[in-house]
Nanobody, 124 residues
Framework: QVQLVESGGGLVQAGGSLRLSCAAS????????MGWFRQAPGKEREFVAA????????HYADSVKGRFTISRVNAKNTLYLQMNSLKPEDTAVYYC?????????????????WGQGTQVTVSS
């Protein structure tokens, strides 16, 4: 089992940047593929980005491609999401999640462990 805690959310003006972090407990962090999801009020939770066990493979939703970067530092048990050129449409609660599959997964149903979420609000 792994415990996940997100941080780094906040209020930012359109065009600005934020860097989200997800701190994971446990000594087997490198065995978990990780993902970022977001959920806006009245919307379903949607995929944002995913990364494999060692960080060599990534996948992004079309809506964030070219603006967001997912990365991980296994030695620090930490997952990151660098968000640049933020838009009001990016406003949501952002969640990090983990699963034990060797493949990159994009459906929230495929993830076993979730953080509590961190609010990102982008003003226009």
């Amino acid at each position: 089992q792994v415990q996940l805690v997100e941080s780094g959310g906040g209020l930012v003006q359109a065009g600005g940047s934020l860097r989200l972090s997800c701190a994971a407990s446990g000594r087997t962090f490198s065995m978990y593929a990780m993902g970022w999801f977001r959920q806006a009020p009245g919307k379903e939770r949607e995929f944002v980005a995913a990364i494999n066990w060692i960080g060599g493979s990534t996948h992004y939703a079309d809506s964030v491609k070219g603006r967001f970067t997912i990365s991980r530092v296994n030695a620090k048990n930490t997952l990151y999401l660098q968000m640049n050129s933020l838009k009001p449409e990016d406003t949501a609660v952002y969640y990090c999640a983990a699963h034990r599959s060797i493949v990159v997964l994009t459906a929230p149903y495929d993830y076993d462990y979730w953080g509590q979420g961190t609010q990102v609000t982008v003003s226009s």
